[in-house]
């Protein structure tokens, strides 16, 4: 029989924590209305309220965050975590993202020395080139990466440290990271395409790190929560 655990996070701070997810996700403008209400739609579901979707504040400011979450370090790191996963989803790295993660952390009171490697990839938005970590990784699939990505190291160290303990956040993480690579595709929620991800273990820098945190996202929800995961492949 499976025994089902209990989160260690408030419904106060999973709000919170789901609402800066789509804060960092809308930061570089990618989403349309449209697409903004789908999200809009998982996110309710999410936090299994009675409301309207579109009563529901779906942005958060980074003091009402740092208010909510608290003053565990823990709880923050693991909130940042996703936040970088999120933002880099795309395999891009944009400077609205770069900024709303600083604000966060400053926020919340965190230093994270791993974060100032992911600068290096940052796109501004106005080339059609990708970031050069991007494209160095890019030209050799399947072989040692280019010594100049050797900068992300301490990055993928401590994304890889990421827990996963509660299933709004779970079921997020597995609606928001596709299943399926190295042919690009689109992420569709309720049927509708959310964004289009490129092919990712060529073009994403952080792709093992996602796909880990997929798998644990995954693996939490069937393994400690005893839910049914096909709906997710």
């Given at each position: ?5 209990q ?7 999973i ?21 903004k209400?789908i ?27 740092a208010a ?24 891009i ?8 993660l ?8 965190l ?9 290096h ?10 970031p050069?970590?991007v ?71 952080l792709?093992?790190q996602l ?23």
């Open positions: 029989m499976t025994t089902v655990t989160s260690p996070y408030t419904e106060d701070q709000s919170a924590w789901l609402r800066g997810l789509c804060t960092v996700a809308w930061a570089d403008g990618h989403f349309d209305p449209e697409e209400e999200v809009s739609q998982l996110t309710h579901e999410l936090l299994e309220v009675d409301k309207d979707p579109q009563s529901v504040e779906q942005t958060i400011s980074a003091e009402e965050l909510a979450l608290g003053h565990d370090k823990h709880t923050a790191e693991n909130f940042i975590r996703t936040a970088v996963m999120v933002a880099m989803a795309d395999g790295y944009s400077v609205k993202e770069a900024d709303v600083q604000e966060f952390c400053e926020a919340l009171g230093q994270i020395e791993a974060l100032n490697a992911l600068r990839t940052l796109y501004d938005g106005e080339g059609t080139d990708t050069d970590v494209h160095q990784d890019a030209q050799q699939p399947g072989t040692s990466p280019h010594p100049h990505s050797d900068i992300l190291h301490p990055l993928r160290k401590w994304l890889d440290g990421m827990e996963v303990h509660d299933p709004r956040v779970a079921r997020f993480v597995c609606n928001i990271i596709p299943s399926q690579c190295p042919f690009e595709r689109d992420v569709n929620l309720f049927g509708r395409k959310v964004a289009h991800i490129p092919a990712m273990c060529k073009l994403n820098p792709y093992d796909v880990g945190l997929r798998f644990r996202a995954l693996s939490y929800l069937a393994d400690e929560r005893g839910e049914d995961v096909s709906k997710y492949f």
